[in-house]
Structure formats: structure tokens, C-alpha cells
């Protein structure tokens, strides 16, 4: 399986302010995620991180909100901008990872939790 | 587009009891994936199970196993003698991509409650 380690792990922010999110895996991967999980909801995709060009962003999201990097194979960021009340969730890094048996599956790590004040 | 439906939102269940988690979903595609993921109160997500729309064969592990009908649209998942432990919110997704790409919607969550 694939490790993933997330940081923060939670936050308290200033509204206004901006915070980034780092995933590191521990092995290359494809593709990865980023997920938003708003209190008390399911988890919903913003965004698919591409090495070597632009994230694609789901119906909802834009780029200048949720700026995305990804340098490399095993590591990406999320950036939060500008942050409101609103984007207090949980924010999700997944990674598509692929066996040695050639299934793959998505890993989770382990969450950044936000509180915008 | 896709679609997970969970209809349960909330079930409290007496420990030792068996429980059963529905999800519907659907979806256009004929290749398609299911997973269940638990989300125990720290908040992480551990996967459980991920099957593929060719693969119908329930599955069964430890306590826990899982009904697969593509008839109806359908993928629970039962816990079997449940324990304290088992207290989580649990959530169905779909992924309709295939080889390499795992891009998944989640359905809205069960919360399990087990009572000891």
C-alpha cells in the first residue's frame, strides 16, 4: 500500500489568510487527488493533480481559490486562499496507486483539519 | 452523471448485533468500481474493499462482507457480531474511470453506532 503523509494535520486561521496543504507519498504515483469534506458531509473531489501541467478542477472549484502544485510524482500541495468561515473542512490528499498485481486502488491520508475564524 | 445514494444516515445497533449498510449508485458506464471506506472518529479514511462491475462475487472478511447486484443497482456491506470498534461513519463511492485513475464520488455517509 501506498503511505501518505499529510501536513498540518489541522489548522486555526485568520479569514483572509491562506494556508497550504502538503501530501507526500512514499512511492510515484499517477495521480492524485484532493478532497473537501465539509462538517458532517461526504467527502467531494476539487480537484485531480497532474505532473507536468495544471490540476483539473471539478464543477465548483477554481483555480485562484484552491491553487493545486504537483513537482513531482510522490508530492502536491493545495493551497486555500483567501480563506472564509466556509472553507472550514477537512481536506483530503488521495493518491491512485497501483499494485504489483496491476489493481489499483486510492489511498487516503490522513486529513487537514481547518477552521477559518 | 454518477451517483451514490446512501439512504441511512444514522443507525445505532447493540453490540453483538449484525448490521447491514446499504448503497445504491448509479452510473452509465459498464466499467465501473465500488469501494467502502470507514471513517473512524479521528477522521482518516481506511479502506475496506474495492470491487469492479465484472466481478459479482460477494466477499466475505473477518465480520465483514459485502452484496454485490448489479439488478439493482447495489453494494451493502454487513457487519457481522458488531463491536464498539465498528462505531464510524462508513462511505460507499464510485469511481467510473478505468485503469489508473480513481477519481471517486462518495455517497453522503452512514454513522454507525455501536452500543455497548
Known amino acids: 500500500s501506498a503511505v501518505i503523509s499529510q501536513k498540518p494535520s489541522r489548522d486555526i486561521c485568520q479569514r483572509g489568510t491562506s494556508l497550504t496543504i502538503q501530501c507526500q507519498v512514499d512511492?510515484?504515483?499517477?495521480?492524485m487527488f484532493w478532497y473537501r469534506q465539509q462538517p458532517g458531509q461526504s467527502l467531494t473531489l476539487i480537484a485531480t493533480a497532474n505532473q507536468g501541467s495544471e490540476a483539473t478542477y471539478e464543477s465548483g472549484f477554481v483555480i485562484d481559490k484552491f491553487p493545486i502544485s504537483r513537482p513531482n510524482l510522490t508530492f502536491s500541495t493545495l493551497t486555500v486562499s483567501n480563506m472564509s468561515p466556509e472553507d472550514s473542512s477537512i481536506y483530503l490528499c488521495?493518491?491512485?496507486?497501483?499494485?504489483?498485481?496491476?489493481?489499483?486502488?486510492?489511498?487516503f491520508g490522513q486529513g487537514t483539519r481547518l477552521t477559518v475564524v | 452523471a454518477q451517483k451514490v445514494t446512501q439512504a441511512q444516515t444514522e443507525i445505532s445497533v447493540v453490540e453483538k448485533e449484525d448490521v447491514t449498510l446499504d448503497c445504491v449508485y448509479e452510473?452509465?458506464?459498464?466499467?465501473?468500481?465500488l469501494f467502502w471506506y470507514k471513517q473512524p472518529p479521528s477522521g482518516e479514511l481506511v479502506f475496506l474493499i474495492r470491487?469492479?462491475?465484472?466481478?459479482?462475487q460477494n466477499e466475505i472478511s473477518g465480520r465483514y462482507s459485502w452484496n454485490f447486484q448489479k439488478s439493482t443497482s447495489s453494494f451493502n456491506f454487513t457487519i457481522t457480531a458488531s463491536q464498539v470498534v465498528d462505531s464510524a461513519v462508513y462511505f460507499c463511492a464510485l469511481s467510473e474511470a478505468g485503469f489508473g485513475n480513481e477519481k471517486l464520488t462518495f455517497g453522503t455517509g452512514t454513522r454507525l453506532t455501536i452500543i455497548p
Open positions: 488521495s493518491v491512485d496507486y497501483t499494485r504489483g498485481d496491476l489493481n489499483t486502488e486510492a489511498f
Open positions: 470491487r469492479n462491475s465484472f466481478d459479482e
Open positions: 452510473t452509465r458506464d459498464t466499467t465501473y468500481y
Open positions: 512511492s510515484q504515483v499517477t495521480m
